[in-house]
């Protein structure tokens, strides 16, 4: 599926402002998560256990600050977890309940599942 727009722009759970870049050919892996559904709390859990993430290969995107608490999202957040508060990239490509993973390569979907709690799972989805 082609996408209608490849940027968003968002927000840190701190407050800068952030840009979601996906119109290059590299993959990139998109977990759409929240601070509260007890799946993502369990894929924010395998993040934080692992011990080598994949710098610049994936990013976390949740709803915008209005509907989410930036505060919890700082605590949940492990070093090195990119994490974009865009309601509109979680509107656009997020066709399911979070825990949801997309992963998207030059502008277009080519994977769109259920985002795994066990951490091996995981980490074989994130380096696409």
């Known amino acids: 599926m082609l996408l209608r727009s ?6 840190t759970p701190s407050g800068a402002p952030k ?3 996906l119109g290059d050919e590299t993959a990139k892996a998109i ?7 007890l799946g ?3 894929v924010w859990d395998a993040l934080a256990s692992m011990r080598r993430l994949p710098t610049g290969r994936f ?6 600050p209005s509907t989410e608490d930036a505060a919890e999202l700082r605590s949940l957040a492990a070093p090195g977890v990119d994490v974009v508060m865009s309601s509109a990239a979680w509107l ?5 309940p979070a825990p949801w993973l997309v992963t998207i390569a030059g ?7 259920t985002a795994p709690t066990s951490k091996r799972r995981l980490a074989r989805l994130l380096h696409p």
Do not use: A, H, K, N
């Open 6 to 11: 490849v940027t968003f722009d968002g927000v």
């Open 19 to 21: 840009s979601l870049d």
């Open 31 to 37: 977990l759409f998560l929240t601070s509260s559904c």
């Open 40 to 42: 993502c709390r369990r």
């Open 59 to 64: 990013v976390v995107v949740t709803p915008d």
């Open 92 to 96: 656009e490509l997020c066709s399911q």
């Open 107 to 113: 502008g277009r979907i080519i994977r769109s599942v």
